[in-house]
């Protein structure tokens, strides 16, 4: 028989063809490509032994009956950012799948039930607000973003029905709590430390925060041959001047980092001066803090590269998560399951954003990384080795049976 990390990466690669993009990995929200991944999911979940679901935003939500009245929650998300490697988000949910199967395959049954929640958007790449799947699962979903438009003009609370879903029910969708032991996931640690290390496996202590905007600069559209450069109010000029402002203050701040990965110019022509620019701005910091003072600081600097050019800004929230840290007690569990398979427990902050984040709400989170070779992410030369991905299978499978989780008591309160 085939062993489990091979059917995992077997895995990976299968879903890695299944894109909005021929040639490239880009599996929106709501868009086909999801729908066709989450049907072939639904199936290796049934054939798993789990009865399956999906709630009214189109997350999957896949069961393990367990003998007692508590549940163990386990996932991460399928959805991928544009030209995506093909482990992020993905890699989480096969490996605990495996877990799944391994439990089926020795006709076991524990104390506690297992909940694999594969969620439907993580990465935010169609609206640009992230964690959305989980934010729903976790019930915090804000019904205002139901407004959000996609390039296409598109309402989340269309995509949303588009996908099976109901829009209405978004906010009493939240996964009650009072039978969670906590949620654990997998995911590649998208980062070099683990591969610098050689360890295969690392354990999260906190997830980075990060602040999700919108930045907008008007001028005025002309003439690119008739207008004289001091006459002009150049909406891109502007911009550009904004972008290098950005990058120098992230780098003048210790741990912070700071991104522009959209731009749009109007009327976009090569012949027209840009009258309306837009860009995205991402940034993120460990300390919540420090990430605010450098958002009000760039909101400040916008509007003055804006008003010496004559030109106006706008500035609107996408969305904002704060710095999270992982559970004590379940964290602990989960670095004992790594040392009992004779590894070392090395102990790590994410710079990435995550589910566990969101879930952090409704549960006690844990996570483990899984190494990724240089660290490479968001790019499809992302890459795993089997050794690591044995690895996490086989801490992962540990994790599930450990005798604090099986007390079926929740974490915090046996240890
Ligand atoms: O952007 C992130 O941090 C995550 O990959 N969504
Ligand atoms: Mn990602
Ligand atoms: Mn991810």
New binding site residues.
């Given amino acids: 028989m085939k062993d489990r990390a091979s059917v995992v990466l077997e895995r990976c690669d299968r879903l890695a063809g299944i894109s909005e993009e021929r040639g490239a990995i880009t599996r929106p929200y709501g868009s086909r490509a999801m729908r066709e991944v989450n049907d072939l999911v639904s199936g290796w979940m049934r054939e798993a032994g789990m009865t399956v679901k999906r709630d009214p935003f189109g997350n999957l939500i896949g069961l393990y009956e367990g003998t007692g009245e508590k549940t163990l929650v386990l996932g991460s998300h399928l959805d991928t950012?544009r030209d995506a490697g093909r482990y992020?988000?993905t890699l989480g949910v096969m490996v605990v799948l495996a877990c799944v199967e391994e439990l089926r395959d020795r006709g076991e049954r524990l104390p506690y039930s297992v909940e694999v929640v594969a969620f439907a958007d993580?990465?935010g790449l169609r609206f640009g607000a992230t964690l959305l799947g989980s934010s729903v699962y976790a019930g915090a979903f804000d019904a205002a973003l139901l407004d959000l438009e996609d390039a296409g003009g598109v309402t989340l609370s269309r995509a949303v029905r588009d996908f099976g879903g109901d829009p209405d029910a978004l906010e009493r969708a939240t996964r009650a709590n009072e039978d969670l032991l906590g949620y654990g996931e997998v995911h590649i640690e998208?980062g070099p430390v683990l591969d610098e290390k050689g360890l295969p496996v690392g354990v999260v202590t906190a997830i980075g925060g990060q602040s999700r905007l919108v930045v907008r600069f008007t001028g005025e559209a002309g003439h690119a041959g008739t207008v004289p450069m001091e006459r002009r109010r150049d909406a891109l000029c502007a911009a550009a001047q904004f972008v290098l402002d950005v990058e120098n203050a992230a780098r003048a701040e210790p741990e912070a980092v700071a991104t522009v990965g959209e731009i749009s110019a109007r009327p976009g022509a090569s012949n027209v001066i840009p009258g309306e620019v837009e860009h995205s701005l991402d940034l993120r910091h460990p300390d919540d803090a420090s990430r605010e003072r450098l958002r009000d600081r760039l909101e400040q600097r916008a509007g003055e590269i804006a008003s010496s050019r004559g030109c106006a800004h706008g500035w609107r929230m996408r969305g904002e998560t704060p710095a999270v840290r992982t559970d004590p007690q379940l964290t602990a569990l989960l670095e004992r399951a790594v040392e009992s398979v004779g590894l070392d427990a090395h102990r790590l902050v994410s710079g990435?954003g995550h589910d566990a984040a969101q879930v952090s709400a409704l549960a006690p989170v844990a996570m483990l990384f899984v190494r990724c070779e240089k660290g490479i992410?968001?790019h499809p030369a992302e890459s795993v080795d089997k050794e690591s991905v044995s690895a996490a299978i086989q801490v992962m499978g540990r994790f599930l049976t450990l005798p604090e989780l099986s007390s079926s008591s929740t974490p915090g309160e046996s240890t």
């Fill in positions: 950012v992020d988000g993580e990465e998208q990435a992410s968001h």
